[in-house]
Each structure stands twice: as structure tokens, then as C-alpha cells.
């Protein structure tokens, strides 16, 4: 599996990564169906024209960190004008907060700069701004386009994917909807932060190439049914996107808030299919508890692996296929962390009421930053780091990489060790780390570093 928009004009290969604002859900997170099907090229409306003439290339500087060396690397990925206000609806993966520059190249060629709104790694997806007063001053104007209905999709219907694969901008191809629910378990975007827990992805055959990324899937009349996301390396007409209505929602989240805030319980969810008969229950009902993380909410409430949930606040629930979890999983994200959600769980012979409360979700991957100097780059610990590896707080930092005869290499730290404490100071950010790495700067000075590696602690000293 691969994303679509390459760094350096280079296929990456990527592997697959978590939650999606959804509307509301129902009562037993139902499947998609229903629309219409039948279109050809003859189908093109005028609406399609006013969809290319929204359709931006997106050129991207962002900040990499490599064995402790901070780099800049360039990207190219595509977008999609949504807004008469000027906002760009792309991919997290095009376009994160390590962008040095975003450059907006517009439907007439013209070249404006823009500014990250917000970004969302759980569905993939991120807006950007390009300000319209200031294109008004240079007497250029634009256009943008408007979201259609993805719940109505039925595999066969005719969409056009477009976009600037491999550079190449206001590309069009031609394809179905292959699938309208198809889902990946396990997905990850650049830098490692987890997608697709939430959602599922539409699949079509229309040519989705690197470069695309970012770029609308739209019907004959122009109005975006998805955002395309990615494809798969050493396949053909395998493209999938993320559906218009979750696209809708996050787009609407990020440009209220530039952020969005989604509930966590720590409950890994499996699918029933053929595990009824063990569990002694009727087809459509129950969802699998398959794991637990350890230290989470879910955990202290008492839940098992093993435990089958059968309702979520009194809602019934239905997990028997896959693609049935991510709107399960979407359903109790969508809560205000420190609400209380009540399960209804089997266990046994036995139907327990557990409820537990939520906390904010988190990505296990922290803030990252390269201290040149010293040849050294971390990470901030996130909750779920400290619970996997049975640390008493989230103050630290992992080291990801070392270059070789820098102080830090020298010294004998290496990728995996935990920094605890620099110069005997409890570090709680990244900021007072930088503070500290400053201080050496204008003045190198022996510095002493306490570590954890694998629970135990060493001190060692880095020499300018």
C-alpha cells in the first residue's frame, strides 16, 4: 500500500495506517447504500469545468528530522478549493505541521503562498488557506468546488479522479466505484501517525498516481464524493479515497477550530464473523473486545479481551464484518473526553453494565525536533509510550536517531533510550529542552544526561 504524494518526486511506499468525525451515528452503525448509477463521458456537466478551475497543485517544504539532523524536503501533492473564503481540503500526508512553505499553484498557473488551517492524521486529511484579499491585489481569482454525496454511492457509478500525479497538474482519469466501504486495518501516514481507525475508504478504478494525493473524486457534475488518498504499489486500478461526508465534517472541525478533539477508552475492536456459535449469540449482534491497553480506561473499568460488547449507551450494536468497526470506534471518539460511556458487555454466562470514562485521544507519536549539536533526535513521550513501556509520567523523551561521532554518539546513547532528566532538570517539553540546548550552543559545556534503557538508568556525559 502506498500514498499517493511522493517526497522528491519519489514512490513512497507506505505502510498502511485511525478516527473519522462521522454524522451521527445510527442505531446499529448501518452500511451505506441506495443512488444512482450510469454515467459516461457524454455525462459531463457544466459544474465539471467550475471543479477543475478549483483544483490546486500544492508544493511543500517541511522540516524532516534523521538521525538527529534536521533536513528539508520537498513534496508535491494536489488539493481542492472548498471554500469561497479560500480553504484547501487535501492530505495529512501531504501537508503537516513541519511545513516550512506551502505553495499553492492555481488553475491558471499563478503561484500564492498558503498557510496550514489544521490537519487531521486520523482521517488523513488537512486544510490549508490561501488568502483572498491578497490575490485580489494581484487581480487573480478563483474558484471552489462543492462536496456531493458519498452515502449515496453504489459500486459501478462512474467518478473522475483529479489531480497533479507526479507533477503533472489538471489531470483527469476516468474510472467506477469498486467498493463503497472498503477497509484497512492497522494504517499509518507519514512520520508514523496512525490513520483510518474511524472511517472506511471508497475503492475505485480510476488511475490514482503519487502526486495525486490530496486531489477530489468527483461525479460527472463536478461535485466532490472524495478526497484521494492512496493506491497500491504493483497494482492496478486500485485507488481509494476518503467519502465526502467524513471529508465534510473535518473540513468543518479544522476551520472552526484547527483542530479536533476525539475521545479515547483503549479498546481494540475485532469483528465477530464466525464466532457466534462460540459465543452463543444471534448473526449481527455483539463486537469483539480483541485487546486492551494496558493502563487505559477501558483497562481500569475492568474489561476483558474476550468480552463481546453488545450495546454502547443503549445502542445495539452490530461489529460482525471489519468494515462495521470503524463506525463503532467513530461513535465513542465522537464524545467529549471525561464523558462516561456505558457498555453492556458479555462475559460468559454472565451481561455486565461497565462504564467507563473517556479521556482525550492521542497519538503515540510525540513532538519531534533534532538538537544538531549534540547529533541527537527526539521525541516527546506520549500516554501511550509511557504505558507501553511502564513509565510512571509522560516527562522525557525518546531518542529516534543518533549521528555517528556527534557528543550524543559518543556518549553512548542510542535510538530507544528515554532522556529523564538533562543536568539533573525533569524536562516536561520540548521547549525546555531546546532551552537547555541553547545554553550549550552559546556555550558548550559538559552536559549530563540520565537515561532509561530497558528499566534501568544510566548517566552519561555528553563533551562538546
Not at 445510527?26 to 448509477?37: E, I, N, S
Not at 513541519?98 to 491558471?108: F, G, K
Not at 494525493?213 to 497500491?232: A, E, F, M
Not at 452490530?318 to 463503532?328: N, S, V, Y
Request: proline share 7%; with cysteine; glycine share 10%.
Amino acid at each position: 500500500m502506498r500514498f499517493c504524494a511522493p517526497a522528491l518526486f519519489s514512490l513512497l511506499a507506505i505502510a498502511l495506517g485511525m478516527p473519522l468525525l462521522n454524522a451521527a451515528p445510527g442505531p446499529r452503525f448501518a452500511t451505506r447504500g441506495g443512488g444512482d448509477v450510469s454515467a459516461s463521458v457524454d455525462d459531463i456537466q457544466p459544474g465539471f469545468q467550475r471543479l477543475l478551475d478549483a483544483v490546486v497543485r500544492l508544493d511543500v517544504w517541511e522540516t524532516t528530522f534523521d538521525q538527529g539532523a534536521k533536513r528539508t524536503q520537498h513534496g508535491v501533492g494536489s488539493g481542492v478549493i472548498m471554500t469561497p473564503e479560500g480553504h484547501i481540503l487535501t492530505n495529512a500526508h501531504v501537508v503537516n505541521p513541519y511545513a516550512e512553505r506551502i505553495m499553492v499553484t492555481l488553475n491558471n498557473l499563478e503561484r500564492v503562498d498558503a498557510e496550514l488551517v489544521g490537519w487531521d492524521h486520523w482521517t488523513d486529511l488537512a486544510v490549508v488557506k490561501i488568502d483572498p484579499e491578497l490575490l485580489a491585489k494581484r487581480g487573480l481569482s478563483f474558484d471552489y468546488a462543492e462536496f456531493g454525496d458519498s452515502d449515496a454511492l453504489v459500486p459501478g457509478q462512474t467518478v473522475y479522479a483529479v489531480g497533479t500525479p507526479n507533477g503533472l497538474s489538471r489531470t483527469v482519469t476516468r474510472g467506477i466505484i469498486s467498493n463503497t466501504d472498503r477497509y484497512f486495518e492497522g494504517s499509518t501516514v507519514g512520520r508514523g501517525y496512525e490513520t483510518g481507525y474511524f472511517n472506511t475508504w471508497l475503492q475505485t478504478d480510476a488511475a490514482i498516481n503519487p502526486g495525486n494525493s490530496g486531489g477530489p473524486l468527483v461525479l460527472p457534475d463536478g461535485d466532490v464524493i472524495g478526497i484521494n488518498t492512496r493506491g497500491y504499489l504493483g497494482a492496478e486500478n486500485l485507488g481509494f479515497a476518503v467519502p465526502s461526508a467524513i471529508a465534510r465534517a473535518v473540513l468543518e472541525a479544522l476551520i472552526k477550530d484547527g483542530s479536533i478533539t476525539r475521545s479515547y477508552i483503549g479498546l481494540r475492536p475485532g469483528p465477530m464473523q464466525d464466532l457466534e456459535n462460540f459465543y452463543e449469540l444471534e448473526s449481527n449482534r455483539g463486537m469483539l473486545v480483541q485487546s486492551v491497553d494496558p493502563g487505559s480506561p477501558a483497562a481500569k473499568a475492568g474489561l476483558r479481551p474476550g468480552d463481546i460488547v453488545l450495546e454502547i449507551d443503549g445502542q445495539p450494536v452490530d461489529g460482525r464484518f471489519p468494515e462495521q468497526l470503524p463506525p463503532i470506534q467513530n461513535f465513542i471518539a465522537s464524545r467529549a473526553p471525561g464523558e462516561t460511556v456505558e457498555l453492556k458487555v458479555k462475559r460468559g454466562f454472565q451481561t455486565l453494565t461497565v462504564p467507563v470514562v473517556t479521556e482525550p485521544l492521542e497519538s503515540r507519536i510525540g513532538e519531534e525536533t533534532a538538537l544538531a549539536g549534540w547529533g541527537l533526535g527526539v521525541q516527546k513521550i506520549s500516554r501511550s509510550i509511557a504505558r507501553e513501556e511502564n513509565l510512571d509520567s509522560t516527562d522525557g523523551f525518546v531518542v529516534v536517531g543518533v549521528q555517528p561521532a556527534f557528543p550524543a554518539y559518543e556518549a553512548g546513547i542510542r535510538p530507544g533510550d528515554i532522556i529523564t532528566k538533562v543536568n539533573r532538570q525533569p524536562l516536561q517539553s520540548l521547549e525546555e529542552l531546546e532551552d537547555i540546548y541553547n545554553l550549550y550552543e552559546a556555550d558548550p559545556q559538559k552536559t549530563l544526561m540520565e537515561i532509561d534503557r530497558n528499566h534501568q538508568v544510566r548517566f552519561m556525559v555528553l563533551k562538546p
